[in-house]
């Protein structure tokens, strides 16, 4: 399962800087407005230290850790909802993820270009989520009108969905994201009608403050979003640097604090498979059951499950190989209820 996150922001905040430290692909990151048009796409490993131990303990010929896939849009400016600039290629892009990294100028430079001729993160910040709020009152508007006609004529769940489709343009005019709107997982109509109209304000979202080194503080108003702090330039440069060479300028790279956030925001989960040929990382949505959990491997795995042996990755490395664990008794068979957990160590029986 590979889940995708976008890169948005402004114009020249530095996006592109940040793809290019993420996937180390070369990227066009000249000083200039909308220097991306299409968007550049690039596959990133998950960092996961659990999966580097499993392999050394299992001697593993092959290691293949988790994956997410950056998304680099291009920028967007005010007025996008009504197609200005780039507007409704970005909005297209957008809706296409599944996730925000929304990517905010701290640091002040007279040499590169803000689009707006001054540093202000909240006025950034609040440009972006305008733009994508008057996108989704459009939708919500055509939304509304249908399910209004559906409810005259006692159609299934549309009285119940034209609710909820209220509430939320009411978080939106109120100048919120849809994001905060919660519903009960097994509200059927909910869901249904969520996914419909596919808004952009739902999606989970992850500040990246693009600050120097030098800059130890934030505004209040600022450390309030779920947010990173990198230094985008000096992470780029690292990206072309060997591990020694970061060793020896006493550096460390902060993006993997990025890439580990990311993952998280899709409310992704890993577990392990192991042995002498590959030590894999399988990527899952929380709340899976085994069956589930197996079609990550082959689709099969959900309807031929039979049962599973599973171990957390600890107390397997504890053991010092899976034989081992099962001569200690510490591997657990589970059946087809089983909800994974992140870590969790498993052989599927089909």
């Known amino acids: 399962m590979t889940l995708n996150i976008g890169i948005v922001g402004l114009p020249n905040v530095g996006k592109s800087t940040l793809f290019k430290a993420l996937t180390r692909n070369p990227v066009d990151i ?13 596959i990133v490993k998950v960092p996961d230290a659990r999966l580097d131990a499993l392999a050394k303990m299992s001697h593993s010929k092959k290691i293949i850790p988790a994956i997410i896939e950056f998304v680099d849009i291009a920028g967007l400016v005010k007025g996008a909802s009504n197609g200005e600039g780039l507007g409704n290629k970005f909005l297209a892009n957008i809706r296409e993820v599944d996730a925000i990294v929304h990517v905010v100028r701290i640091f002040e430079n007279a040499n590169i270009i803000h689009i707006h001729e001054k540093i202000n993160p909240l006025d950034d910040i609040a440009i ?7 996108a989704d009152l459009a939708t919500i508007a055509k939304t509304e009108l249908r399910l209004e006609k559906d409810a005259r004529k006692n159609i299934k769940d549309s009285i119940i969905q034209l609710e909820i489709v209220r509430k939320i343009k009411a978080l939106l005019d109120a100048g919120k994201l849809a994001n905060i709107f919660q519903i009960d997982p097994i509200d059927e109509p909910a869901k249904n009608i969520l996914r419909e109209m596919s808004l952009l304000t ?8 693009n600050a120097t080194n030098t800059q130890k503080t934030l505004l209040q108003e600022l450390e309030k979003n779920q947010h990173i702090k990198l230094d985008i330039k000096l992470e ?6 060997t591990e020694e060479e970061i060793f020896a300028l006493e550096l460390t790279r902060k993006i993997d604090d ?8 899709l409310n992704l989960i890993t577990y392990f498979t192991t042995g002498e040929d590959e030590s894999r990382a399988w990527t899952i949505p929380k709340g899976w059951t085994a069956p589930l959990a197996g079609t990550a491997i082959h689709t099969d795995f959900k309807d031929k499950f039979i049962r599973a042996e599973i171990i957390n990755w600890q107390k397997l490395l504890s053991a010092g190989s899976w034989l081992k664990a099962k001569e200690l008794g510490v591997l657990r068979l589970e059946g087809k209820e089983y909800i994974v957990s992140d870590g969790d160590v498993i052989e599927f029986k089909i």
């Open 236 to 241: 780029e440069e690292l990206s072309e640097m």
């Open 128 to 134: 972006i989520n305008t733009e994508l709020i008057l």
């Open 202 to 209: 739902m999606k989970p979202f992850l500040y990246v403050y």
């Open 258 to 265: 990025l890439i580990v956030a990311a993952y998280q925001l």
């Open 30 to 42: 000249n000083n200039y407005p909308f220097c991306t048009v299409e968007p550049n796409v690039g």
